[in-house]
């Protein structure tokens, strides 16, 4: 990653999620919150592979793909019921469950191959699938071998361009752990 790029003084957990489409998203919003921070439909696919790793609260799909018909496959939606209550709320009773229940620890492409599969928790995972463009991007990713990942790197080094802070203007951290040299 390029270095340079200023650090706040202040941390807020909560802060980046009001950036965040949420995962009902269908996939022009999905475009849309990309575009607004110069990303394009690429960077949406590429950077959504992220998915393959972490978990989520049942809260973030349940209402989604377990308590309405949707098209998530029958297996993983029955396997999903057994782990999520059908009334998780944030702050309640509300477990987490693994992203990608093939790979779960390891950064790959699988994402893409669950996308194909039907096997993703989101609806904004699901909606890749929406558009000739998009369903197109997520065979290529999941089919050729370090399509992705080379995609991925780069996509990575975009977004940490969004919004940088440039110039200290005399500012300095106050509560380094380390001196750079």
């Given amino acids: 990653m390029p270095s340079g790029r200023r650090d706040g003084t202040f941390s807020n957990a909560s802060e980046p999620l009001k950036f965040l489409a949420p995962p009902t998203s269908n996939l022009s919003d999905l475009v849309a919150s990309f575009v607004i921070k110069g990303l394009n439909t690429e960077d949406l696919v590429v950077l959504s592979g992220a998915h393959t790793i972490g978990r989520s609260h049942c809260s973030s799909f349940v209402s989604d793909h377990l308590n309405t018909p ?95 802070k440039t110039g200290y203007q005399g500012q300095i951290r106050k509560k380094c752990r380390a001196i750079n040299h």
């Fill in 70 to 164: 949707s098209d998530i496959n029958g297996g993983l939606a029955a396997f999903l019921r057994g782990q999520c209550p059908a009334d998780a709320t944030p702050g309640g009773k509300d477990p987490t469950v693994m992203q990608d229940v093939v790979t779960s620890n390891k950064l790959d492409r699988q994402y893409y191959k669950n996308v194909l599969s039907r096997t993703v928790l989101f609806t904004s995972d699901a909606a890749l699938m929406t558009s000739a463009e998009t369903a197109r991007m997520v065979v290529e990713n999941a089919k050729i071998p370090g399509w992705w990942e080379d995609k991925f790197e780069k996509a990575m080094v975009k977004m940490a361009g969004i919004e940088v």
